[in-house]
């Protein structure tokens, strides 16, 4: 009888497969214990940054954000252009001249002859608005420019716990730096009326018009989690300076926004209409420069028509910003990468969210260029008839409007499942500019 033995090899196939037995099982056993953390790590955050509650919170987040990597790719500092001044461009430059066509953003924060209020008083403002979007990037660049320009921390601070110590032309300034960024959809005719007689009407337009600016400019930084750049103004930025002894471990945010703050109440897509229709014929709640200045301002026959519009008209205030304005609000509609019907959408949406009536007989008129009829368009108010990235962009624009504080990678990650980087960055900076339409228009009732 021959005795066959097994092969040399046999031993180590058995090692082998009682090995990966034995890592098979923990694999298992790791999926279910350490799965759901592994997933998350990997998935874009489904999570809002968190609204900081008092000045230590705020410098902690605000030193955070130069960690934070960017939601859309961006190239490196280094090397980048030089901007007007000058200077080499901070990100949120840097991300408009990677994404954007450069006749959308001409007008930017260009001062004008004819602007009055100062540097320190809007900045300011812009903090405060920033406070409310809970846009980390732009309250960073506020708390550097005010301290550059000389105010102390604790002046800084009481933008955030006390108004009432403020002086009163900064403290009304708040108010309503607060009121159009949290709740545009309830201005009165009382809130300019309460702005008199600290400013005047043509520094009531140019503060409406800078307050509206500045929420545009957050939506724009915040939902593509811009990173906080290291350097401004050839200045190192550090945010983690000391709390004055008065605000530390006290809580703050006379500007932020709730967490549970409740949607706002839209009115019927009839009542809409209605509203828009008498919203033209409506008086301003503040003088307006004449149609000649506006004529003026806009030379050439094709914005003959346009230069009758009161919100045209506003802008004359300030010839040379308003010219730009006008140009980027114009350029918005026709360049890009961004179908025609999709950015008439995104105006409509904004303008309901925000109860904007000249702006949403504005996106009536596109829309109805585009042959959309008023059975189609109050089916597109219902988010009824639109294709699946439609659909996507409208409630997008909805949240971004209502709840910018709410926006997180995977709000931006979802859309670039149906559209090129190019596009994300356009619909946002659209979405933006909407918002900047809505609230000028709509604070001064042109």
Same mark, same amino acid.
């Given at each position: 009888?021959?005795?066959?033995?097994?092969?040399?090899?046999?031993?180590?196939?058995?090692?082998? !497969?009682?090995? +990966?037995?034995?890592?098979?099982?923990?694999?298992?056993?790791?999926?279910?214990?350490?799965?759901?953390?592994?997933?998350?790590?990997?998935?874009?955050?489904?999570?809002?940054?968190?609204?900081?509650?008092?000045?230590?919170?705020?410098?902690?987040?605000?030193?955070?954000? *130069?960690?934070?990597?960017?939601?859309?790719?961006?190239?490196?500092?280094?090397?980048?252009?030089?901007?007007?001044?000058?200077?080499?461009?901070? $990100?949120?430059?840097?991300?408009?001249? =990677?994404? +954007?066509?450069?006749?959308?953003?001409?007008?930017?924060?260009?001062?004008?002859?004819?602007?009055?209020?100062?540097?320190?008083?809007?900045?300011? &403002?812009?903090?405060?608005?920033?406070?409310?979007?809970? &846009?980390?990037? &732009?309250?960073?660049?506020?708390?550097?420019?005010?301290?550059?320009?000389? +105010?102390?921390? !604790?002046?800084?601070?009481?933008?955030?716990?006390?108004?009432?110590?403020?002086?009163?032309?900064?403290? *009304?300034?708040?108010?309503?730096? !607060?009121?159009?960024?949290?709740?545009?959809?309830?201005?009165?005719?009382?809130?300019?009326?309460?702005?008199?007689?600290? #400013?005047?009407?043509?520094?009531?337009?140019?503060?409406?018009?800078?307050?509206?600016?500045?929420?545009?400019?957050?939506?724009?930084?915040?939902?593509?989690?811009?990173?906080?750049?290291? !350097?401004?103004?050839?200045?190192?930025?550090?945010?983690?300076?000391?709390?004055?002894?008065? #605000?530390?471990?006290?809580?703050?945010?006379?500007?932020?926004?709730?967490?549970?703050?409740?949607?706002?109440?839209?009115?019927?897509?009839?009542?809409?209409?209605?509203?828009?229709?008498?919203?033209?014929?409506?008086?301003?709640?503040?003088?307006?420069?004449?149609?000649?200045?506006?004529? *003026?301002? +806009?030379?050439?026959?094709?914005?003959?028509?346009?230069?009758?519009?009161?919100?045209?008209?506003?802008?004359?205030? #300030?010839?040379?910003?308003?010219?730009?304005? $006008? %140009?980027?609000?114009?350029?918005?509609?026709?360049?890009?990468?961004?179908?025609?019907?999709?950015?008439?959408?995104?105006?409509?949406?904004?303008?309901?969210?925000?109860?904007?009536?000249?702006?949403?007989?504005?996106?009536?008129?596109?829309?109805?260029?585009?042959?959309?009829?008023?059975?189609?368009?109050?089916?597109?108010?219902?988010?009824?008839?639109?294709?699946?990235?439609?659909?996507?962009?409208?409630?997008?624009?909805?949240?971004?409007?209502?709840?910018? %504080?709410?926006?997180?990678?995977?709000?931006?990650?979802?859309?670039?499942?149906?559209?090129?980087?190019?596009?994300?960055?356009?619909?946002?900076?659209?979405?933006?500019?909407?918002?900047?339409?809505?609230?000028? =228009?709509?604070?001064?009732?042109?």
């Amino acid at each position: 009888m021959t005795v066959r033995f097994p092969s040399a090899e046999f031993p180590m196939r058995l090692i082998n !497969r009682v090995a +990966l037995g034995i890592i098979f099982s923990f694999a298992l056993l790791a999926a279910g214990v350490f799965g759901d953390e592994l997933q998350s790590k990997k998935d874009p955050s489904t999570q809002p940054k968190p609204i900081p509650t008092g000045r230590s919170d705020m410098k902690q987040a605000l030193e955070k954000l *130069k960690q934070r990597k960017s939601r859309l790719p961006l190239p490196a500092i280094e090397g980048a252009p030089l901007g007007p001044n000058g200077r080499p461009v901070v $990100y949120n430059g840097l991300a408009r001249r =990677t994404y +954007l066509p450069a006749s959308w953003y001409a007008a930017d924060f260009g001062n004008d002859p004819a602007m009055t209020l100062t540097y320190v008083f809007k900045t300011q &403002c812009f903090w405060v608005v920033s406070r409310g979007n809970n &846009c980390h990037y &732009c309250l960073g660049h506020q708390e550097h420019k005010l301290h550059d320009a000389g +105010l102390s921390d !604790r002046d800084i601070a009481l933008l955030d716990y006390d108004w009432q110590q403020l002086d009163p032309m900064v403290r *009304k300034g708040a108010e309503i730096s !607060r009121k159009i960024t949290l709740e545009p959809h309830l201005i009165v005719d009382n809130d300019v009326v309460k702005l008199r007689p600290d #400013f005047t009407d043509p520094q009531i337009i140019e503060l409406v018009y800078t307050l509206a600016m500045f929420n545009s400019v957050n939506r724009w930084t915040d939902a593509l989690g811009i990173p906080q750049d290291q !350097r401004m103004r050839d200045k190192e930025i550090n945010f983690l300076t000391e709390v004055d002894a008065e #605000f530390q471990g006290k809580s703050g945010g006379l500007a932020a926004a709730a967490d549970d703050t409740p949607a706002r109440q839209m009115v019927s897509y009839d009542d809409a209409l209605l509203k828009s229709e008498a919203a033209a014929k409506r008086a301003p709640r503040v003088e307006l420069p004449s149609a000649e200045a506006s004529a *003026k301002m +806009l030379p050439g026959l094709e914005a003959a028509e346009d230069a009758k519009e009161n919100w045209v008209r506003a802008l004359a205030s #300030f010839p040379e910003v308003g010219l730009k304005q $006008y %140009q980027a609000l114009k350029s918005m509609e026709k360049e890009g990468k961004v179908p025609a019907r999709l950015k008439a959408i995104i105006a409509w949406s904004t303008a309901r969210k925000n109860s904007a009536w000249t702006a949403l007989r504005v996106a009536r008129q596109r829309l109805d260029k585009l042959g959309v009829n008023d059975q189609s368009l109050r089916q597109l108010d219902k988010n009824e008839n639109l294709d699946a990235s439609e659909k996507m962009v409208k409630e997008f624009a909805e949240k971004l409007t209502e709840y910018p %504080q709410r926006i997180t990678d995977a709000d931006i990650e979802n859309l670039r499942k149906s559209f090129t980087d190019q596009q994300v960055a356009e619909i946002v900076y659209l979405i933006a500019a909407a918002n900047m339409f809505d609230r000028f =228009t709509e604070t001064l009732s042109l």
